[in-house]
């Protein structure tokens, strides 16, 4: 049982649309980390956020953590092939070594 | 290397097999994790070590599965016993400092198992 719900499961766009992953829950998280992961290969981090309504960007994607913390979204623009990969969301508290784990996003970007 | 490592990369067993997997966490780094994935899944949070010392082994599913760091630094994970539904790939990660939430963890490559 995966206390972060991630949607939609599976996301298949062409090059150089946009695309929104959602990361939501009912419990507060004290940070939300945001994953990708390539087949073959483990999770790389791509961005924490900690502070709720917090926006982070990163070259094309923009990432946020809802008001409440228990919610948070990854937005790509113009995405590219190489953005191609398993998205997953990470929620973590405070003095609890412990990360939770969504299901997971696969995005394909066709050329 | 300077990343996480896991070894073997791939591990086919009989059902019934004893499998160990290992983990080289990145020089240095205190905490060390080991998650389960199943396929088209979120990794699973198994065991967490602090050096030496195993703190939590809450997701460990059964009593067939086995987790030591005896020097603090390379970690084995052992399933005795392997049944159909281990089959799943196992992430290893590391981290600086105290494995707290906010901290980042490095995942090695992963070990994928599949049990016949």
């Known amino acids: 049982t995966q206390l972060l719900e991630q949607s939609p499961q599976f996301l298949s766009i062409q090059e150089g649309e946009n695309l929104t992953v959602y990361c939501n829950s009912s419990?507060?998280?004290?940070?939300l980390q945001w994953y990708r992961q390539e087949p073959g290969e483990g999770p790389v981090l791509l961005v924490t956020?900690?502070?709720?309504?917090e926006v982070k960007k990163l070259k094309r994607l923009t990432f946020q953590f809802g008001d409440a913390r228990k919610d948070s979204s990854l937005h790509i623009t113009a995405a590219q092939p190489g953005d191609t990969g398993l998205y997953l969301c990470?929620?973590?508290?405070?003095?609890?070594?412990?990360?939770?784990f969504g299901a997971g996003t696969t995005v394909t970007v066709r050329a | 290397g300077a990343g996480v490592s896991q070894s073997p990369r791939y591990k086919v067993a009989k059902r019934g097999q004893d499998v160990a997997l290992r983990c080289d966490p990145i020089?240095?780094?205190?905490?060390l994790f080991w998650y389960q994935q199943a396929l088209g899944q979120g990794p699973e949070f198994l065991t967490y070590?602090?050096?030496?010392?195993?703190?939590?082994k809450s997701g460990l599913p059964s009593d067939r599965f086995f987790a030591e760091r005896p020097e603090g630094s390379v970690s084995t994970l052992k399933i005795q016993r392997t049944q159909q539904e281990d089959s799943a790939v196992y992430l290893c990660?590391?981290?600086?400092?105290?494995?707290?939430?906010?901290?980042?963890?490095?995942f090695g490559p992963g070990t994928r198992l599949t049990v016949l």
């Open positions: 990660a590391s981290s600086l400092d105290l494995g707290q939430g906010v901290d980042e963890q490095f």
């Open positions: 419990s507060v998280f004290s940070s």
């Open positions: 956020v900690v502070t709720g309504g």
């Open positions: 990470a929620g973590g508290r405070t003095n609890d070594y412990k990360l939770s």
């Open positions: 020089s240095g780094h205190v905490s």
């Open positions: 070590f602090q050096n030496e010392a195993q703190l939590d």
